[in-house]
């Protein structure tokens, strides 16, 4: 966090999809926790982000936590172990210096800041989520997708107080307002004095999240850490997924170019492919960088 671009990977669930991994709600991307078959192919797209790229890996468990796995015969805390310990065993696999953050989602639809539930629920259901990620062994915790800074206050409050590093990401609209209507910039202000270590976007399309982040740095100060990852589309009722020009790889990093983030990935939809864009452009910034200061010592 000394000012070098950090690179998140990209889609899990939407990636496990389209390798043949049930995805049906209410588990969704957990799903493949609960079969042999499953665990290898989450593996195996751990392996291929860390290989395009990726400094972190999040580990699958966005749906992990009780209120989603309720009346469906599995455990909470197993389920996130089964998750961290995949996401692990791909960075132990590697070689690589990368780290793993643990996903702590919206208790409710993630496009639905109406159903967040009350207070005393919020609390006592991210308290029991956020500990079973840091007993799992997560480096830090991703509290992202969030619709309300309601509960996004309150899952920070309780990840900050593990001594995790702790980031929170909100999903705006294509005004840069949150979901709920709130603005980006109190989310920060609230956010900010407790502690977290990044604040920023995702879940949205790629070409709708400069207007928010530009605002969130104007609050946050210009070396403040910013998190960006969008889609490559859109959810419609009618035809179910849209997809933006963001699903070609260099389409999405011309609009990355234009978020004022130091932490950057890809949500719904982005593969591989992406995160290997970004590394690449990553490395051709870091080459000229490193010309220009050899160019200054001949000086």
């Known amino acids: 966090m000394k000012g070098e671009l950090l690179l998140l990977d990209g889609a899990t669930g939407t990636e496990l999809n389209r390798r043949g991994v049930d995805t049906g709600l209410p588990l969704w991307s957990a799903n493949a926790l609960t079969t042999d078959a499953g665990l290898a192919v989450l593996r195996q797209v751990h392996r291929d982000y860390l290989n395009a790229g990726a400094d972190?890996?999040?580990?699958?468990?966005?749906?992990?936590?009780?209120?989603?796995?309720?009346?469906?015969?599995?455990?909470?805390?197993?389920?996130?172990?089964?998750?961290?310990?995949?996401?692990?065993?791909?960075?132990?696999?590697?070689?690589?210096?990368?780290?793993?953050?643990?996903?702590?989602?919206?208790?409710?639809?993630?496009?639905?800041?109406?159903?967040?539930?009350?207070?005393?629920?919020?609390?006592?259901?991210?308290?029991?989520?956020?500990?079973?990620?840091?007993?799992?062994?997560?480096?830090?915790?991703?509290?992202?997708?969030?619709?309300?800074?309601?509960?996004a206050v309150i899952a920070a409050r309780l990840a900050t107080l593990t001594g995790r590093p702790t980031w929170v990401s909100f999903v705006c609209d294509c005004e840069g307002r949150i979901l709920s209507g709130e603005s980006v910039a109190v989310a920060a202000e609230l956010l900010m004095p407790l502690g977290v270590k990044a604040v920023g976007v995702n879940c949205g399309p790629a070409h709708t999240l400069a207007k928010p982040l530009a605002e969130l740095r104007a609050i946050c100060g210009p070396d403040f850490p910013l998190i960006a990852y969008g889609n490559i589309g859109y959810a419609d009722e009618k035809d179910g997924w849209i997809n933006t020009d963001a699903v070609d790889p260099e389409s999405y990093l011309q609009y990355a170019q234009t978020w004022p983030a130091q932490i950057v990935g890809g949500c719904c939809g982005t593969t591989p492919g992406h995160i290997r864009e970004l590394s690449a452009r990553r490395r051709l910034v870091e080459a000229r960088t490193e010309l220009r200061q050899l160019k200054r010592s001949d000086l």
Not at 64 to 73: M, V
Not at 120 to 135: G, K, M, P, T
Request: glycine share 6%; with cysteine.
């Open 56 to 151: 972190i890996l999040t580990a699958n468990t966005f749906r992990t936590h009780r209120r989603a796995l309720a009346g469906k015969g599995h455990d909470a805390r197993e389920l996130t172990r089964r998750a961290v310990a995949t996401a692990q065993e791909a960075v132990a696999a590697s070689g690589q210096p990368a780290q793993v953050a643990g996903s702590v989602a919206p208790l409710e639809d993630c496009y639905r800041p109406d159903l967040v539930p009350p207070d005393d629920e919020c609390r006592a259901e991210h308290s029991e989520r956020i500990q079973h990620l840091v007993e799992a062994g997560v480096d830090l915790l991703l509290i992202e997708t969030m619709t309300s800074i309601r509960e």
